[in-house]
């Protein structure tokens, strides 16, 4: 008996149950907090789905995925080498419409405006003891970039990516539950329910000559970016010379999915216990969610002042839309200006400041790592 209970016990240590402590099941419960989101409120299941599921795995102990030579680590090579998110924004460039930015491209000012939170983040960053490489990483959080807060926390503070691009990625997600509550307290109902008229038609050369523009741009004005937008416009010409629709559809579709299945494992892997519940963790989540509150405020803000000087015919609501997660920020504009009023279809004109907040990050980013001297 005594054999059989001492091999008993052996085996017992053996597995992870030894060694699972609170802080695995914390994080256990995060992952299937996620997953409840993503299945039960549809709140951007392709992202939360497998970021849910990663960190639930991470989190059992006696996995060695996440360790040297496991899967979940070559997945996470993958960001921290910097690979993932050019790809990705490859993916989204091909997949994007940038006609309704450049159908009025007034609506950038939005784009612009939308990004204060990055620097209220900063701010408050270092006044709670970050470095200003650590403040200019966690602040980026606020651009609602996933692949752009990767590459700048990359380039500023890599120790800190864990954290930054779970805060980045989860709150991008859950934009549907943090936008609404304040697009509603800044506007009004009136506001809410006004109807823009259609923008103009973009003629074929004009969308042919944008990414070549851009892309001229910012490898002249914005360098430490340009692997990214370059990218990204190289995407979008794909889609738009309209003569090479198998690449364009490859990299719209196969590519990106593949890459987002690589890019939501490897962020949801890094939620392990051990490293994730910090105070350091705590303040870059608490900062993140200041920036993107700050920055759908100061969006909606410039989005009314715009409202008045043009006589009433631009509605606030896109103004949130000005942060850059493309389209789930212009989908919330979309959504809650519906609720207020059925026959406002919002989602092409939110479209414009959702886009040009791409190149807002990107600048904000771009600066940064400019005055801090990275190239």
Known sequence: MEQITSLMVSLAEQTGLAQLWWGNVVMILVGAGMIYLALAKKYEPFLLLGIGFSCIVANVPGSDLTQPGGLFY????GVELVIIPPLIFLGVG??????????NPSLMILGAAAHLGIFIAVIGAKALGFTLAEAGAIGIIGGADGPMAIFVTMKLAPHLLPQITVAAYSYMALMPLIQPPIMKLLTTPEERQIMMTQAREVSRLERIAFPFVIAILVNFLLPPVAPLITMLMLGNMLREVLIVDRLAGTAANDLM????????VAVGSTMAAERFLTLATLQIILLGLVAFMGGTASGIIAAKIMNKCSGGKINPLIGSAGIASVPIAARVS???????????????HAMGPNLAGVFGTAISGGIMLALLGVK
Do not use: C, K, Q
Not at 334 to 348: G, K, Q, T, Y
């Open 94 to 103: 091909a997949m994007t419409d940038f006609g309704p930015m450049i159908a």
């Open 334 to 348: 979309h959504v809650v200006a519906l609720r207020e009023n059925r026959s406002n279809f919002l989602i092409m």
């Open 74 to 77: 070559y997945a996470f090579r």
């Open 257 to 264: 999915n593949v890459i987002t299945i690589i890019l939501t």
